[in-house]
């Protein structure tokens, strides 16, 4: 298990004592097969964010170890957003104000979650959500999130150039 641009291999570090209860459920399972970010699947993108925002946290002397698991269960969500917002009746809400809630929801029932990670799942969509987040690991997982997008989409992009340049 690796994230993106990682040459680390997640399952040997630090970083996977913090979310090895968590990791081999089946309801991250699913998100295997759930593409996310056009290049990438859902579970990938968790991964990435996860892994990162730990990083990041640990730097700063956070808690890196909630960080790694917020940003494991972020979005544990199973729907496509795409045809959720394709199908969306009047009234509903847009995918990108809503999923934080059910990703909580999801993460609720599959563990424990501390005041520090739910602020970080609800929150990970600031500031198209409401209310500002409470702690500076919830800013962290927000810019690491939008971070790990862009990658998602341009590395693929990026190294299909590469190698035609270099073929």
Not at 135 to 163: H, M, N, Q, R, W
């Amino acid at each position: 298990m690796k994230a993106i641009c990682s040459k680390k291999e997640l399952v040997l570090s630090s970083y996977y004592l913090c979310i090895a209860d968590i990791i081999e459920q089946p309801q991250l399972d699913r998100l295997k097969d759930i593409t996310h970010h056009i290049h990438t699947t859902r579970y990938q993108h968790c991964v990435n964010v996860s892994y990162y925002s730990y990083l990041i946290c640990r730097k700063f002397r956070l808690d890196a170890r909630s960080a790694a698991r917020a940003g494991l269960l972020h979005d544990l969500f199973y729907y496509d957003r795409k045809e959720y917002n394709a199908c969306r009746q009047k009234g509903q809400p847009k995918h990108s104000l809503m999923h934080a809630r059910l990703a909580l929801k999801n993460a609720s029932k599959l563990t424990d979650i501390n005041s520090l990670e739910r602020d970080m799942i609800e929150n990970h969509m600031w500031p198209m959500t409401r209310p500002l987040p409470k702690y500076k690991e919830t800013y962290i997982i927000t810019v690491i999130d939008k971070y790990c997008a862009v990658l998602e989409f341009c590395v693929p992009k990026i190294s299909g150039i590469i190698s035609k340049i270099n073929n």
